[in-house]
């Protein structure tokens, strides 16, 4: 079973050496990762991609809570998600015919030519890893130059909230309403 989990960790230098040692060093091995700092510039998220199933997960989670610099783990695939990859990837693309098919593809695919070569170009496509494997198969005919992804991201969806109701039984006043009588 394939497993999203979102680490929040202090964004100090040899966290991700730590981690990742931990981890294999306990045999598990991380499919994909993706490190990047949060709205705090004192924490970063690192989204892994871990296969195994619920005691496996329960295991990997533990271990990255005892570890100091780890602030919080989230298993993010337990919950209501999206998810996504980027990939940048070099395609030949001699000028005429191919290179509008290719065009054409990358629109479809809703890609962006991000860069134009004299016999290439690249292309910019993030979403979903089904996504990104399909365009990468529209591509092999024309020849793939060079490709580069990475690591998948994830953020829970936000969870519904219930309008609140006042003790009269009336709806709230708008608090933009409130905020603007203020001023």
Request: aromatic share 4%; hydrophobic share 40%; charged share 30%.
């Amino acid at each position: 079973m394939r497993h999203v989990l979102s680490a929040v960790v202090q964004n100090v230098p040899g966290v991700l050496a730590h981690i990742s040692g931990m981890l294999a060093s306990r045999g598990y091995n991380i499919d994909s990762l993706a490190v990047g700092e949060t709205e705090d510039p004192q924490l970063s998220r690192m989204t892994f991609v871990v296969r195994g199933d619920d005691r496996v997960l329960e295991q990997i989670r533990k271990q990255l809570e005892k570890i100091v610099t780890v602030v919080k783990v989230v298993d993010v695939s337990s919950q209501d998600y999206v998810e996504r990859d980027l990939m940048l990837i070099k395609i030949k693309a001699p000028p005429g015919g191919k290179r509008s098919e290719i065009r054409e593809l990358a629109d479809i695919f809703r890609g962006r030519i991000v860069d134009v070569g004299p016999d290439e170009v690249m292309i910019e496509i993030s979403g979903k890893e089904n996504k990104i494997e399909a365009f990468i198969d529209r591509m092999r005919p024309y020849g793939i130059v060079e490709l580069v992804r990475t690591g998948r991201i994830a953020m829970v969806r936000n969870t519904p909230v219930k309008p609140e109701v006042a003790p009269n039984g009336a709806a709230p006043e708008n608090s933009l309403r409130k905020y603007v009588k203020q001023k």
